[in-house]
């Protein structure tokens, strides 16, 4: 049973971090191009940056130059770090494959506001 677990989320006031942390279990995590995803309040999901299983990072505009994320093979642990938070980052984010994303976790919260 494959199962996401994420965490790190939290309120941040505009221009601040945060780390937030994803464990898989139940998958071949070492061999998938894995993802972070974030849905806002009214809106859909959408994918925010992915990682191919030999590191290769992806990133929409909006979030170029703010966020890093990063894979823990060994771990079967991926991460995003995100910096100089706006409002428009307020979202819950998920972590799941890229190719056919599905069992999603709880997510983790996060709110940029002063």
Avoid at 82 to 103: E, G, Q
């Amino acid at each position: 049973q494959v199962q996401f677990v994420e965490s790190g989320g939290g309120l941040v006031q505009p221009g601040g971090s945060l780390r937030l942390s994803c464990s898989v279990s139940g998958l071949n995590f070492g061999i998938y191009t894995m993802a972070w995803y974030r849905q806002a309040p009214g809106e859909q999901r959408e994918l925010v940056a992915h990682i191919s299983r030999s590191g290769i990072e992806t990133y929409i505009d909006s979030v170029k130059g703010r966020f890093i994320i990063t894979r823990d093979n060994e771990k079967n642990m991926m991460y995003l770090r995100m910096n100089s938070l706006k409002p428009d980052d307020t979202a819950v984010y998920y972590c799941n494959r890229v190719i056919d994303p599905d069992s999603w976790g709880q997510g983790t919260q996060v709110t940029v506001s002063s």
